[in-house]
């Protein structure tokens, strides 16, 4: 079995300054905007439950 084919995309985990035009890239057309919805879900459940988010492009 040899190596896949190359193929075209993005990941904002690769970026060095991630900004809108990389997570369009990454995320593009509807499934950016279901990405945007469910981690505004999931912040806004963070702040209910008084739960302080890890900040993007921090290290764990």
Known sequence: MGLAD???GASV???SRPD???FAR???GATG???TEVWR???EKAEELGVTPPQAG???
């Open 41 to 43: 879900e999931l912040l």
């Open 26 to 28: 990454t995320y593009p």
């Open 6 to 8: 190359p193929v075209d």
């Open 20 to 22: 809108a035009a990389a």
């Open 13 to 15: 985990g690769f970026e």
């Open 33 to 35: 905007a279901r990405v």
């Open 58 to 60: 921090a290290a764990g």
